[in-house]
């Protein structure tokens, strides 16, 4: 069983940066993808990037350049830099946690309970 809690999520400007965290539980953290959504209003859940256990990153095109992904095993915990945002970034961001990468394609293990991200224009 692996737990996640977000942190980080706020209003920002467009333009601006924020930060998410994700702190998971268990002692299996290293060996989990691990993954970041989001869900805007009215749209369907979309994934935003990837890290696999070995580290390997995956970006969605609408925030390449703009988003990192890393991830900090000894503490258990998974991050996204966001910069540059916009106000179409304004969504609910989750984290996910899957064993392989290839489940950030498909059914996810564990679900984050989210965070509000707002991008005002």
């Known amino acids: 069983q692996v737990r996640l809690v977000e942190s980080g999520g706020g209003l920002v400007q467009a333009g601006g940066s924020l930060r998410l965290s994700c702190a998971a539980s268990?002692?299996?953290?290293?060996?989990?993808?691990m993954g970041w959504f989001r869900q805007a209003p009215g749209k369907e859940r979309e994934l935003v990037a990837a890290?696999?256990?070995?580290?390997?990153?995956y970006y969605a095109n609408s925030v390449k350049a703009r988003f990192t992904i890393s991830r900090d095993n000894p503490k258990n915990t998974v991050y996204l830099q966001m910069n540059s945002l916009k106000p179409e970034d304004t969504a609910v961001y989750y984290c996910a946690a899957d064993p392989t990468i290839r489940g950030m394609y498909g059914r996810v293990d564990y679900w984050g309970q989210g965070t509000q991200v707002t991008v005002s224009s």
């Open positions: 268990g002692r299996t953290f290293s060996s989990y993808a």
């Open positions: 890290i696999s256990s070995s580290g390997s990153r």
